[in-house]
């Protein structure tokens, strides 16, 4: 059962840990606060749209589309925890694996954490939905993670290009 809970009690958390409690425990009460410009990101594997944003904080409802691999990268200005919605697939974050599996409902208690500057990648055959909760940098304007995104060092070129590059925000 969900409780309401104030929506002025996210405003004086500090850690992502508990903001991220707070919001999954109000999720089907809170009203969405997404920008009202900038709020969709669309590249060739994947898409973002900003349900939630009072900064440092913010939620994105991501989807990967089907057949996908996400090559090895890093987020530097953002730590993040991660929930699947829908859809299957892997998530190798510094080298650890979790296996995304459809889930009647998210599985609340299973926050993937993917913090500044740890290298992920994955793949889904099928697609997958998650909403990602972060927590930005002080000083560092909140942006999507396709932005905040380094790729891996050593991650092979095509072209002297690099795969991720060639493929974002086309």
């Known amino acids: ?11 004086p958390m ?6 991220s409690e707070w919001y999954l425990k109000v999720v089907g009460t809170l009203p969405l606060k ?3 410009v900038d709020a969709i990101r669309v590249t060739t594997f ?14 994105d409802f991501v989807t990967l589309f089907p057949g996908q691999f996400i090559p090895p990268h890093y987020h530097p200005n953002v730590d993040s925890y991660d929930v699947n919605l829908t859809g299957n697939g892997e998530a190798i974050v510094s080298g650890r694996v979790w296996t995304k599996k459809v889930q009647a409902q998210p599985r609340v208690n299973l ?6 500057g740890a290298i992920h990648y994955g793949f889904t055959s099928e ?5 990602s909760m ?6 560092v304007p ?7 995104w380094v790729d891996a060092p050593d991650w092979p070129l095509v072209g002297g290009v690099s795969v991720v590059a060639q493929g974002r925000n086309k």
């Open 1 to 11: 059962m969900l409780t309401r809970v104030p929506l002025n009690r996210v405003k």
């Open 14 to 19: 500090t850690s992502l840990k508990t903001f």
């Open 34 to 36: 997404a920008p009202t």
């Open 46 to 59: 994947m898409s973002e749209v900003i349900i939630y944003r009072d900064p440092p904080f913010q939620v």
């Open 111 to 116: 926050r993937i954490p993917v913090l500044a």
């Open 127 to 131: 697609g997958s939905a998650f909403i």
């Open 134 to 139: 972060q927590k930005w940098k002080e000083g």
């Open 142 to 148: 909140l942006s999507f993670l396709s932005e905040d």
